[in-house]
């Protein structure tokens, strides 16, 4: 059973955003999946309070460092394929690997040049977890936010920063869509913002299979090629490669 944890320094990097776009992609794939909402404000104990959450996801609320441990048996207790963490923006995040033990840390980066040092932050919060409960943890950063046309100039340097630290990148990242956000207001997943008619969500769930694929295969869970989803648009494709 894979844990994920989406981890940053700072809030406002699309932490939330990530972890809920990973559990709708696995659930349309037929995994049950465990969500901890570890951020205080609590925004996916909401979105699963909407009508229409996919049966196959749970969600268990842990606002408090506190919490955690009863937040994890509940989720294990849901018997999950998966259990995905979403944190809170801040320094502290770290402590909660004691007790979740993730295997596999995802940072998301805007494109903001100040990204790149909050990502070798959380490259030595990494390493120092990996110290303490003496195992190794995948760690990557994905790139989120991202105009619709992606603009090099604005990234090549979080990319650069990355590469010359031995810090991954998925080779997908998730493109500004508004039906991302229309998730947390209408609540569902992305067949509900399908019948009520919000735009460009077939392109949103393409890139959100792609997404999904790129986390099992850094995992080393890639399903075989006639099980994979289709391809995304070019411009969600490699984006690092195409930026370095």
């Known amino acids: 059973m894979p844990t994920v944890a989406f981890v940053s320094p700072k809030g406002g990097a699309g932490k ?10 696995l659930a349309e794939q037929g995994h049950r999946v465990a969500m901890i909402d570890a ?19 749970s969600v268990h609320a842990a606002p408090f460092e506190i919490d955690l441990p009863d937040a994890l048996r509940e989720a294990n207790g849901k018997r999950p394929d998966w259990i995905i963490l979403d944190t809170e923006g801040s320094a502290r995040v770290g402590l909660s690997f004691t007790a979740v033990k ?11 040049a100040l990204e790149a040092l909050q990502a070798l932050k959380m490259a030595e919060i990494v390493a120092n977890a990996e ?7 995948k760690h990557a950063c994905l790139l989120t936010r ?4 992606v603009r090099p100039k604005s990234l090549k340097s979080i990319v650069e ?9 998925l080779p997908t990242g998730i493109i500004e869509k508004e039906a991302f956000r229309m998730i947390f207001a209408l609540g ?7 019948r009520n008619g919000v735009y460009g969500v077939g392109q949103a769930r393409t890139i959100a299979h792609t997404y999904v694929n790129a986390v099992k295969e850094f995992m080393g869970l890639a399903e075989p090629p ?19």
């Open 161 to 169: 920063q990355l590469r010359v630290n031995n810090i991954a990148i």
């Open 188 to 194: 569902g997943d992305l067949a509900t913002l399908e």
């Open 226 to 244: 006639e099980q994979a989803a289709a391809p995304a648009p070019a411009n969600a494709q490699t984006v690092a490669d195409r930026i370095g």
């Open 16 to 25: 939330t955003t990530a972890s809920m776009l990973l559990a709708l992609g």
């Open 102 to 112: 993730p295997d596999l840390v995802i940072t998301p980066l805007a494109s903001s």
């Open 146 to 149: 991202l105009p619709a046309a």
């Open 131 to 137: 110290k303490k409960l003496r195992r190794p943890i």
């Open 39 to 57: 951020d205080p404000n609590k925004p996916l104990v909401h979105w699963a309070s909407l009508p229409g959450r996919p049966n196959t996801i």
